[in-house]
């Protein structure tokens, strides 16, 4: 992110912490998105710096090796991806599923959508790619979130919360490179 002044800040959690804050302050964003209260914004914190270690290092070996770098002509690390990246993602699917989710809230910090909801549902929403997965390994979207029925749950909270229309349009674009990879199968 880029201000017109040439300030700039990288690192998606960051961003999200930033706008809310600065939209926050003039009253343009709820702030259910990104609480004040210390102990709350401390749970989304934790779990938007969770997010860069252990969903995001799955997600991403995956994608890349899987989809991305095909469709590029570049190498693909197949061993990798089954030896790291698919441990990785089901474990950071399984936390998801058996510790953000456990208390019972409809989404990671309780029964209100925040950044950190964001954050992950967007990773996990990309995973959506593995349709268009051109190196033969037997995953797909469907398959990694079968044996995590909150995380199912919690996707379609947060499509809702956000309002379906403006999360498929926020997603189109990862929309129609999967379909335009299927089509290559």
């Known amino acids: 992110m ?3 002044d040439g300030w700039g800040l990288a690192e998606s959690a960051a961003i999200l912490q930033y706008l809310a804050d600065q939209y926050q302050a003039v009253g343009k964003v709820s702030e259910r998105w990104y609480p004040k209260d210390l102990r709350t914004r401390s749970r989304i914190n934790a ?6 270690s252990t969903l ?10 899987l989809v991305v770098a095909p469709n590029l ?5 197949i061993k990798l991806v089954q030896d790291y990246g698919i441990p990785t993602l089901n474990e950071a699917l399984r936390t998801i599923n ?4 456990s208390e ?9 959508i925040t950044i950190a909801d964001l954050l992950l549902a967007c990773e996990v929403e990309q995973l959506k790619l593995l349709e268009g997965n051109l190196q033969g390994v037997d995953i797909s979207y469907e398959k990694l979130i ?4 909150k995380v199912t749950v919690w996707m379609d909270n ?11 349009d926020v997603h189109r674009t990862l929309y129609k490179m999967m379909a335009r990879m299927k089509s290559k199968l």
């Not at 290092?57 to 090796?65: K, R």
């Not at 809230?105 to 209100?112: D, E, K, N, S």
């Open 146 to 149: 079968a044996p995590y029925p």
């Open 73 to 77: 002509g570049r190498q693909s690390n």
């Open 47 to 52: 779990l938007m710096a969770w997010h860069g």
């Open 104 to 112: 019972g809230g409809a989404f990671l910090v309780g029964q209100c």
């Open 98 to 101: 058996d510790v953000w989710l």
């Open 158 to 168: 947060v499509r809702q919360a956000c309002g379906c229309e403006t999360w498929d």
């Open 56 to 65: 995001r290092t799955g997600s991403m070996l995956v994608g890349w090796h």
């Open 2 to 4: 880029q201000a017109r």
